[in-house]
């Protein structure tokens, strides 16, 4: 490949104008005030597609109308140098300084390995195959941190050189890296450090690599600085030479459109275009004064934008599908009424003053050369024979036949069987020639060179042959060979198999809209076809038409056309139509309707273009003559993003934001919502708008510019943010980004929290009634058991034996010892007197119960004098008794027992433990026993069990008898 | 035997050094090591550090003898180390001879962060490594301190797996020193 000279024109006699150069717009970007000294060094498309610019005062993200700067937390140099993205998607930062930091949480934080970090600058990073994360510096070669620790490669272990310029990974997962001394290739295996170099002697053109890139297959292009570009076939393992010399000095950065381009920036001299389609040179045009730039970075975003950083004027960006061709004021001709690409990708223009062709000088500027000066053509209509001859359609003069080559000149006219000489349009297939004329169809037939003896035949058709009228703006040859004519007032003709149809009349049919109503197509102005086979035309009134065949499909301002003054109409090489029309260029996808809208952000701007001013080159670039200048639009073989990307950005509550990819449950007061949100579309990032809808709150659609909206008090729910951005008004295909949350209720609106308490109420409910119940059948239970205990003592006492008794002992006593009788008839009234009071009560103190116990003994002791003996056997404690329980007992002990003074009886009474009263006697059981009801005793065990819940004990041995009694506290 | 083997090692590689020009040598250093493992703490020193550093092309190189670790909390353990996991009796000594990454003129008075990059040779493995550290010169006399980690595995010493509780993969080290320009 080598740089095709450009020819200048040759023709004598034609006239040259300089013109503005030929270059897309480019569009400048100020990081604001406070910035202003920043130097920008570098622009960076995350993979969520946010750009991120590094400077020498710091990180910015750039939406596309907003900074933001990203500051290092201590108060070190916020130079940036680097910026990478890894698989797992954190953002990392080099910075001049040799120190590395990662972006967390929206926050910068440093990167500390425990061996450091380096001293200078960090010119890039990587990740190879093993996952192994790499560092590029400038004075001390790359590392790569492995595992545990981070390594070192410099020159000692082979390296080329340590201050490297650029850093990228092979598709084989290897590093490469440019430096003073060629390319270094290094990859780790088995810990071992494996570095192969490229140099010179393998083809390097230059020692010096400046810049790496990476192409669509892997392959590499490599920037020199000297030796301009080279590029690296990696299935060849060679290199391979695009530009056989350069001298237009260093090679800073490379930037690639997918086998169309290669742009290249230089260190000083602007930026230079390699063309991927014939290999010539071009320079970027002086139009930004981007010629004289030192160039930084070069970056081609998902939308097709190219931009470009340099030291002269910062950011900017340009649309790369389109590039304005304008006519500088000065230039004798305005209104380009007709345009044509030839065999050669020369582009003839056709206007009012005459015939002229499109060059670039060297320096990458367009310039006009007129043709046929003599003649004064008033050009209408362009076309090119097989025999590479241009056919000229004027406006009145008929047609002249043009070789550029020979020179030769034929002229058409009515003489020679014209229709007409006002020729609108031209179109053919083989050698068969269609003219649209003011008065029918003109067709052609070549036999031969018509410019060289070769012979033609004509025949007319018109409105008796079927044609809708005599008025013809277009003519148009399908891929099935099918000839269209637009009509002025009767729709479209096409002929068919040599007969002509007429179609004046559409169905209205909307897809979104159930029937159909009939439209006049009237005036057609512009014919295509999709890849589909379909027939697209637009009218003068009534938008366009899809005609698949059958029926047609009406597409008009509802479906987003901007403009209906639709001049022209062209399919490019990926099958989108364009829509020309004064406001400017709609490109429509005809599978799914969806438009995007082009106009002054990529340059194009009062254009008011001319009918059908449009063509195609053998490159598939598309070129619109205009009032003003040419539209070259470039389909690019890349697959771009055609919708904005749409990013709910952040979402607080009360202003503090939260991590909404986790958090999506709020509690009651947690009501107040702010949502940011926002639309990537750097092609033109002021016309996006937004829709949202907080689905359970808004009832439908809200639209707004805003990039935030706030919602207050919301009640207790579930919720959906939905939010979708658009570019061109057109909603219906644009993704909708969602985000769901709940707002609980308070707790005590929770339905398990009421459940809850519902259940527990019921609860305490029965609990307490039944223990109600179960208190009164005790204190029943207990005044009849009571009721019976104190009639059982009471019936003891008054047990005619026991008076007997008790008489016959104070019998003896009183005439032995009055005094003691005394005594003894005291104690009897004592004990008597006690034993009532005690009677109704429930318990009584274990104290009062001994005073009573011993009333009791000192009766029984002088009855049965050293016989009977009673051993108390305990301190007095804070317990309680039944009443007369243990008098009871003592009773029932001596009612059973012999008592004389052979067999004594002994009752000891004492504490088992803290629980137990015991009291227990020597079982000596009477031979006849004396009748018992066992009354006393049943009575006393129902009783400590309603008292104490706890059972008496009763233990009945040989010899032995004892009860335990659960004392009460 | 070490003595005879440390005095050819300086020997080898300061050949070269004294060839070129000034060294520091190293006078006094001691080297601290600690493996924290969820069940203990094991720690052991050594004062015999030796080291030269060549000022003219950066090149260094550092070696302490194995044997002289004291300080183990148990005799159980220093025997351990020895036997066990260092094979001391095999490989007498820990070396790291490499080239300082910085540029820097070590002749002037100043605190310096310093990274070494070498072979780190350990249980006879070498593995190449950075150590940072941090270095002030003054009046011709070069303090140096730096903190860096081990792993076993990294020198093929092996833990069954019982005792990795008690002693821990990764090995923390602290190396201090004091050289003198000669």
């Known amino acids: 490949m080598s740089i095709r000279p450009i020819i200048l024109s040759l023709i004598i006699g034609c006239l040259a104008l300089l013109s503005n150069a030929q270059s897309p717009f480019f569009k400048m970007h100020q990081i604001g005030e406070t910035y202003r000294n920043a130097k920008i060094e570098l622009i960076f498309e995350a993979q969520n597609s946010l750009l991120w610019i590094g400077t020498s005062e710091g990180l910015f993200s750039y939406d596309g109308l907003e900074f933001v700067p990203f500051l290092k937390s201590d108060s070190t140099s916020n130079h940036v140098r680097s910026v990478f993205q890894n698989e797992k998607g954190v953002l990392w930062v080099g910075y001049h300084d040799g120190t590395v930091w990662y972006l967390e949480k929206q926050q910068l934080n440093k990167w500390e390995p425990e061996e450091g970090t380096p001293s200078v600058p960090i010119m890039g990073f990587a990740e190879d195959h093993n996952g192994n994360f790499w560092l590029a510096s400038y004075g001390e070669g790359i590392y790569y941190k492995s595992e545990n620790h981070l390594y070192n490669i410099n020159t000692d272990d082979g390296l080329l050189g340590d201050d490297i310029y650029v850093m990228k990974t092979d598709k084989l997962g290897r590093i490469w890296v440019g430096t003073d001394g060629g390319i270094s290739i290094c990859e780790i295996r088995n810990k071992e450090k494996i570095i192969n170099n490229l140099t010179r002697d393998d083809g390097l053109p230059d020692e010096i690599v400046r810049e790496i890139l990476e192409d669509d297959d892997g392959d590499f292009w490599i920037g020199t600085y000297d030796k301009g570009v080279c590029f690296y076939d990696f299935e060849k393992e060679k290199f391979e030479y695009p530009l056989s010399n350069w001298d237009n000095g260093i090679v800073s950065k490379l930037e690639i459109f997918k086998d169309r381009e290669l742009w290249i920036g230089t260190e000083g001299n602007g930026v230079w275009l390699l063309s991927l389609l014939d290999g010539t040179l071009q320079k970027l045009s002086n139009q930004n004064q981007l010629s004289g730039s030192k160039i930084h970075d070069l970056h081609k975003d998902i939308e097709g934008n190219i931009w470009v950083i340099s030291n002269l004027h910062g950011i900017c960006h340009a649309n790369r599908q389109f590039e304005f061709i304008p006519i500088t004021t000065g230039a004798d001709f305005e209104n380009i009424q007709s345009i044509l690409a030839d065999r050669e990708n020369k582009v003839w223009v056709g206007t009012e003053k005459g015939l002229f062709t499109h060059e670039l000088d060297e320096l990458g500027n367009s310039f006009f050369t007129q043709h046929l000066k003599n003649q004064s053509l008033n050009v209408i209509s362009l076309y090119e024979d097989n025999f590479e001859n241009i056919w000229i359609g004027t406006f009145g003069d008929g047609v002249y036949i043009f070789n550029k080559r020979t020179l030769k000149i034929r002229r058409l006219t009515e003489k020679d069987g014209l229709s007409n000489g006002s020729i609108l349009s031209m179109n053919g297939v083989n050698d068969k020639i269609w003219l649209a004329t003011l008065g029918g169809v003109t067709e052609l037939q070549l036999n031969g060179d018509p410019l060289e003896n070769g012979s033609l035949s004509t025949r007319n058709l018109n409105q008796e042959d079927g044609l809708g009228t005599n008025f013809i703006y277009k003519v148009f040859v399908d891929s099935k060979a099918r000839v269209w004519f637009a009509t002025d007032g009767k729709g479209i003709s096409v002929l068919e198999n040599g007969s002509i149809k007429n179609f004046q009349k559409a169905a209205h049919y909307h897809e979104d809209e159930p029937g159909s109503e009939e439209v006049l197509l009237k005036a057609v102005y512009s014919i295509t076809e999709d890849q589909q086979g379909h027939i697209w035309l637009s009218t003068a009134k009534e938008g366009i038409f899809e005609f698949d065949g059958k029926e047609f499909k009406h597409l008009t301002v509802k479906e987003g056309i901007r403009d209906l003054a639709i001049t022209s109409l062209i399919t490019d090489k990926k099958g989108n139509i364009l829509i020309v029309h004064p406001t400017g260029l709609d490109i429509l996808k005809p599978e799914t309707r969806h438009l995007i809208y082009y106009d002054k952000a990529v340059g194009i701007e009062d254009i008011d273009p001319n009918l059908n001013a449009v063509c195609k080159d053998r490159n598939d670039n598309i070129w619109i003559g205009c009032k003003n200048g040419i539209i070259k639009y470039l389909p690019l073989n890349e697959s771009l993003e055609i919708h904005p990307r749409t990013r709910l950005s952040n979402v607080s509550i009360f202003l503090e934001p939260i991590d909404f990819h986790s958090d999506t449950t709020f509690l009651y007061d947690q009501n107040n919502l702010v949502f940011d949100y926002l639309g990537l579309w750097y092609t033109d990032p002021s016309t996006v708008k937004y829709r949202y809808q907080l689905v359970g709150y808004d009832r439908d659609w809200i639209f707004s510019k805003d990039r935030k909206v706030t919602y207050s008090n919301l009640d207790p729910g579930t919720y959906s943010f939905n939010v979708a951005s658009t570019e061109n008004d057109a909603w219906l295909d644009e993704p909708i980004i969602s985000y769901s949350f709940e707002v609980l209720p308070p707790l005590w609106q929770r339905w398990w929290f009421i459940l809850l308490v519902l259940l527990s109420a019921g609860g305490i409910f029965y609990w307490y009634q039944k223990a109600r119940d179960k208190r009164i059948q005790r204190v029943n239970l207990l005044e009849k058991e009571k009721a019976e205990s104190n009639l059982a003592a009471l019936k003891a006492q008054i047990n005619p034996h026991f008076l007997f008794n008790s008489f016959n002992t104070l019998v003896t006593v009183i005439d032995e010892d009055p005094k003691t009788a005394v005594q003894y008839v005291e104690k009897m009234s004592d004990f008597y007197r006690t034993m009532l009071e005690y009677r109704d009560k429930d318990v009584i103190p274990l104290a009062e119960e001994l005073a009573l116990v011993k009333n009791y003994t000192y009766l029984l002791e002088r009855r049965f004098g050293e016989n009977f003996k009673v051993n108390l056997n305990m301190s007095v404690e804070q317990i309680y008794l039944a009443p007369l329980t243990l008098q009871i007992l003592l009773e029932n002990a001596v009612k059973h027992n012999i008592i004389s003074k052979t067999k004594p009886l002994t009752v000891n009474i004492y504490m088992n433990g803290d629980d137990y009263l015991v009291i227990e006697n020597n079982l000596q059981l009477k031979i006849r026993p004396e009748k018992s009801t066992q009354f006393g005793l049943q009575s006393l065990i129902k009783r400590y069990e309603l008292l104490t819940g706890k059972k008496m004990k009763i233990e009945e041995t040989e010899d032995t008898f004892r009860v335990e009694i659960p004392v009460v506290k | ?182």
């Open chain 2, 1 to 182: 035997m070490i003595r005879l083997i440390f005095i050819v090692f300086i020997f080898t590689i300061s050949a070269a050094f004294y060839s070129k020009g000034k060294t520091y040598v190293c006078h006094k250093g001691q080297i601290l090591f600690k493996s924290e493992a969820s069940l203990e703490v094991i720690e052991a020193k050594s004062e015999k550090l030796q080291g030269i550093i060549n000022i003219d092309d950066r090149s260094f190189a550092l070696m302490i003898d194995i044997n002289s670790f004291e300080g183990f909390s148990t005799p159980f353990y220093k025997r351990l180390f020895n036997e066990n996991y260092m094979e001391s009796t095999k490989y007498q000594q820990a070396t790291f001879v490499g080239k300082i990454i910085e540029k820097r003129n070590l002749e002037k008075d100043g605190a310096y962060t310093l990274r070494a990059k070498g072979k780190l040779k350990i249980h006879g493995v070498e593995q190449e490594r950075i150590i940072k550290s941090q270095v002030s010169v003054k009046d011709g006399t070069l303090n140096f301190e730096s903190s860096f980690s081990v792993f076993l595995n990294d020198h093929d010493i092996t833990l069954p797996k019982i005792v990795q509780q008690k002693i821990s993969e990764e090995i923390q080290v602290n190396v201090k020193g004091q050289m003198r320009l000669k």
